[in-house]
């Protein structure tokens, strides 16, 4: 099994406690999400010293500065050439909240997957409270997704599900879908072509257990979930899975 967004970095887990974890749990491959370029960094190291351990490079939208700072744009370029480097992100939009800087989020955004296009890198995307921005960005920039691109998180609604297919996204579901008002969630994952689903934790938020700290050792929790919505046994659901993971990130099978 595995978890294709999850943070480590400054979460304060215990290691490596954490990692027979999660390793006991059936889960053989996790990819650290990229959020800062020091945490980047740190992800970067960890997945050098443990095995089926991955990472991505980005800034969240959340630290969007207007002007970018050259140096962070350079420094990305040097992790994203790393062989454990996977993907750019996590990137895009976050209009959540009271403060956001829509013109600075856009151009990091457009950025940062001009670098992943570059590199020859897919992306993994960020998208909150700002679903028509999103599309308009990926629409206007379609060239630069030939590498492919995740819908981390998604959250959006089987509505604008096809919108994104239309682009060729996939899409990870978490510990939402495990909630009891997760309607919306489950929707979506009925509606998703298995051929485009992905599991993750996005840990340590979003636990399917209220109240606890997530974890990538919760992976099995959510993919039996999916495969209940979907109908297929659990077997069924990790092999596709695990085979989308594949697609999507070529470089986890080097």
Known sequence: MIDVHAHFAEEGYSF????????????????????????????????????????????????????????????MRELARL????????????YHGAEFEKNSQRVLFERQLAL????????QIHSRDACADTLA???????????????????????????????????????????????RVVESVEACPMDRILSETDSPYL????????????IPVIVQKIASV???EVCEAERAIGENALKLFPKLRR
């Open 83 to 94: 062989e454990k480097c996977v993907a750019v992100g996590e990137i895009g939009l976050d």
């Open 137 to 183: 960005i990926l629409r206007e920039n379609k060239n630069l997704l030939k590498n492919g691109f995740l819908m981390h998180c998604y959250g959006y609604g089987k509505e604008e599900m096809e919108n994104f297919l239309q682009l060729g996204a996939y899409f990870s579901f978490g510990g939402v879908v495990c909630f009891k008002n997760a309607r």
């Open 16 to 75: 490596p406690e954490e990692w027979e974890k999660i390793g006991a749990a059936g889960v053989g491959m996790v990819i650290l999400a990229g959020d800062t370029v020091f945490h980047s960094e740190m992800h970067a190291e960890f997945a050098k010293t443990h095995e089926g351990c991955y990472f991505t490079v980005g800034i969240h939208p959340e630290f969007a500065r207007d002007p970018l700072f050259e140096e962070d744009l350079r420094r």
């Open 207 to 218: 636990s399917p257990f209220r109240g606890e700290k997530n974890s990538p050792a919760n």
């Open 230 to 232: 979907k109908g297929i």
């Open 116 to 123: 992943a296009a570059e590199l020859l890198l897919p992306v």
